[in-house]
């Protein structure tokens, strides 16, 4: 069975500090991978996606991720967080049956601290 | 461009009634999914239609369904509410097909209480 898992629920981080999220899949096949964003009352907004190609992508907000297909793992890295990165951020795979047909992982809840 | 619209943002129903969901994909999207956001269960998805049709379905009871209208928009329908189908709902939209179909694009959402 297919399954996404984000290793830490909630991740405290100083303001201006490194901060990593991680996120695990399970798979037999190829996917794609994505980190979306949630503000409260909001909806889902993308970070970023690896498709194919070069294991290092970049998003946006200063974040990036790199894709290990040896780990089955994607996770998320920002150097210097802030105060408004605080959210809830949701490590997703698609099984290339197409972008919107979506496995989301527990999320992670990041606080930035001031 | 106008995003994912999903109309209401909130409902209040009864259990036991039943209640329809609406959302207008991106223009030019032709795949509208549903998820349902609960803090004990995360995102789940519901289901996917594409060119009307029904193409991928989660693990959900019959209660819930949906449909899509030639325009793309989309409808999602909740019979016989229960108390644990108090959520978030979101839609998202995507091109559905080919090689640029590669990100979905998601509404604000609709907050369902069941009372």
């Known amino acids: 069975a297919q399954s996404v898992t984000q290793l830490d629920s909630q991740v405290p981080v100083f303001e201006e500090a490194p901060v990593e999220l991680r996120c695990n899949y399970s798979s037999s096949v190829s996917v794609y991978l994505f980190w979306y964003v949630q503000y409260p009352n909001q909806g889902l907004q993308l970070l970023l996606k690896?498709?194919?190609?070069?294991?290092l992508v970049k998003g946006i907000n200063g974040f990036e991720a790199e894709f290990n297909k040896s780990q089955t793992s994607f996770h998320l890295r920002k150097p210097s967080v802030h105060i408004s990165d605080t959210a809830e951020y949701f490590c997703?795979?698609?099984?290339?049956?197409?972008?919107?047909?979506?496995?989301f992982g527990t999320g992670t809840r990041l606080t930035v601290i001031p | 461009k106008a995003g994912v619209t999903q109309t209401p943002r909130y409902l209040i129903k009864t259990r036991g009634q039943q209640v329809t969901l609406s959302c207008s994909p991106i223009s030019g999207h032709r795949s509208v999914s549903w998820y349902q956001q609960t803090p004990g269960q995360g995102l789940q998805f519901l289901f996917e239609?594409?060119?009307?049709?029904?193409?991928n379905k989660g693990n959900f009871p019959g209660r819930f369904s949906g449909r899509q209208f030639s325009n793309s928009r989309s409808e999602m329908n909740v019979s016989t509410l229960e108390l644990g189908d108090s959520a978030l709902y979101l839609c998202a939209s995507s091109l559905g097909q080919g090689r640029r179909d590669t990100e979905a694009f998601f509404g604000q959402g609709t907050r369902l209480t069941v009372v």
């Open positions: 997703a795979v698609s099984y290339q049956t197409g972008a919107n047909n979506l496995f």
């Open positions: 690896y498709l194919s190609g070069s294991t």
């Open positions: 239609y594409f060119s009307e049709t029904q193409r």
